[in-house]
């Protein structure tokens, strides 16, 4: 969709009341004299905005969901752009329809709760200087995470597959609501989680003045670059009203398998952007590329390859499909 403030010409600034000024396009068109004081502004919430003008008092909205109204239509003209445009940015806006549903519902379920969790009774905290604790201290560090960088927990008194487990609370608003167990050994099932439905892990990593949040399947790719992990391969109403109280650009990065590649369509149909950078063939997730690239290098090459456009994901999506194929 495309990107208000990109169009409206010219200096922008951002008030304490969450307005973003700039000269207003609106005056001159109806007999005002042109706006000069930057009484022009934009509010946004999520992908929806509100223009106003404080000096003609011309305002006017978009929703997306909605399709462009005159009033709209007009504010955009003014923006230089043409009509036909215009037009076809309307059909893509109704298009997503889905997504006026979701904001309606998101208007009534607002306060989303879950569960605190108790931890096993034997679960401690892993100790960095205890010799004991190596063993997981080292799969951590093998996986690129700092283990003092979150309270991962384990069961060493416990019997058979419970001793050789790392506990990754799940935490919600600094809450410990659930758990995943990582088994160190070689069989299955490797995770075992007990998660309540909605959850999103990561939640409490994103800070209040990050203007993206990078959402991937696992905990460890979530880990490694503080995103949030759905801890599966598809996103549920339930964790998209989550995500959406965030309110800010959200990008998918799917693993690199066939069911990874199936989350790309729920991502666009909610509005999310898509990144499938252009890492090596055996880089199967966020985690290997941080491993492989280190961490800034990997968010960086996240950002670059972010898209919202279907035909941009479709061609890296089929080269990866490809890939796979060709190493089965
Ligand atoms: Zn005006």
């Known amino acids: 969709m495309f990107d208000i403030l990109s169009i409206i010409p010219g200096k922008k600034k ?3 009341s969450g307005w973003i000024s700039f000269n207003a396009v609106c005056c001159g068109h109806h007999g005002h004299k042109a706006d000069r004081r930057m009484r022009g502004g934009i509010k946004f919430d999520g992908n929806n905005w509100v223009y106003h003008c404080f000096n003609c008092g011309y ?10 109204n ?5 504010l955009l003209q003014w923006c230089g752009i043409d009509p036909e445009q215009i037009q076809r940015w309307s059909l893509e806006s109704l298009q997503r329809k889905d997504l006026l549903d979701f904001t309606h519902t998101r208007k009534h379920k607002s306060k989303i709760t879950f569960k605190e969790h108790n931890m096993p009774a034997e679960a401690v905290l ?16 093998k996986r690129n995470i700092k283990p003092d960088e979150y309270p ?5 008194t416990m019997r058979g597959r419970y001793r050789n487990r790392i506990i990754v609370p799940y935490t919600y608003k600094n809450k410990i609501v659930g758990q995943t167990s990582r088994f160190l050994d070689d069989l299955t099932p490797k995770y075992l989680n007990e998660q309540q439905p909605g959850y999103v892990f990561g939640f409490d990593f994103q800070k209040h003045d990050w203007q993206v949040c990078i959402v991937v399947e696992g905990i460890f790719d979530a880990l490694s670059i503080n995103g949030c992990a759905l801890t599966h391969n598809t996103i549920s109403e339930e964790q998209a009203l989550l995500l959406a109280q965030l309110n800010r650009r959200i990008i998918v990065v799917p693993d690199r398998d066939l069911t990874g590649m199936e989350i790309c369509d729920r991502a666009l149909e909610l ?4 990144s499938l950078p252009d890492w090596a063939p055996h880089i199967k997730d966020v ?12 968010l960086l090459s996240i950002l670059e390859a972010a898209t919202m456009s279907k035909i941009r994901i479709e061609i890296q999506r089929t080269k990866i499909v490809k890939r796979l194929q060709k190493g089965s």
Request: with cysteine; net charge neutral.
């Open 152 to 156: 991962f927990m384990i069961t060493p």
């Open 59 to 68: 305002s006017c909205a978009f929703t997306l969901g909605r399709s462009i």
């Open 14 to 16: 951002t008030t304490s």
């Open 70 to 74: 005159t009033k709209t239509t007009k």
């Open 271 to 274: 509005g999310y952007s898509v």
């Open 126 to 141: 892993i100790g960095t200087t205890n010799p004991e604790h190596q063993t997981y201290v080292d799969y951590l560090l």
């Open 287 to 298: 985690n290997d590329a941080v491993i492989e690239y280190g961490r800034l290098p990997t």
